[in-house]
């Protein structure tokens, strides 16, 4: 079974530019998150999706915003790209379940290889 | 403010030897602790996932610990290989809800002939 897939791999981008990454989870994962992650740093949360629905939000511009797909796909879109946007994007997905209390919760997540984008 | 702190921030093996990763946080409410090996630009890989109840759990030679009372983990890996060489991430989940995950700065590890 195929895991978390990400495209493209690598991306080079000027100052200004806008560029959309996109992101196909493991097959039966409703949930995907968003995450940027600079050179030498943990990730950073971008954005939770969850049955085609903004779930969550990182203190993130709004010039990154993001969707999924009826299929689950998901795509991150980032306008007006600032050298500080460089940085590997990881994509993760990840099951939901019903807990006890009757409240969502989020399983395990599961991380695609990143997209790394380079502006320049 | 849920932070996830991590020590050391880099590490040098001879390979064979054993090592250990500390993390520290004061997520709260705690829901559970994953530890995930990230090579240089790949995506992080999970080894291991700890609840509030777990004390110890093993993944072939990677073995974590929690102790949810001083809210420390540690990771332990035995006959390092030069193939552990990457970053080792801390990342607490908080309870309840959808994304509530706090990830520390990882551990640079390198094993060395």
Known sequence: DAG?????????????????LRCSPISGHKSVSWYQQVLGQGPQFIFQYYEKEERGRGNFPDRFSARQFPNYSSELNVNALLLGDSALYLCASSLVFTGTSGRA???????????????L | KNQVEQSPQSLIILEGKNCTLQCNYTVSPFSNLRWYKQDTGRGP??????????????????????DADTKQSSLHITASQLSDSASYICVVSHSGGYQKVTFGTGTKLQVIP
């Open chain 1, 4 to 20: 978390v897939t990400q495209s493209p791999t690598h991306l080079i981008k000027t100052r200004g530019q806008q560029v959309t």
């Open chain 2, 45 to 66: 890989v999970s080894l291991t996932i700890m609840t509030f109840s777990e004390n110890t759990k093993s993944n072939g030679r990677y073995t974590a610990t929690l």
């Open chain 1, 105 to 119: 919760q989020m399983n395990e997540q599961f991380f695609g290889p990143g997209t790394r984008l380079t502006v």
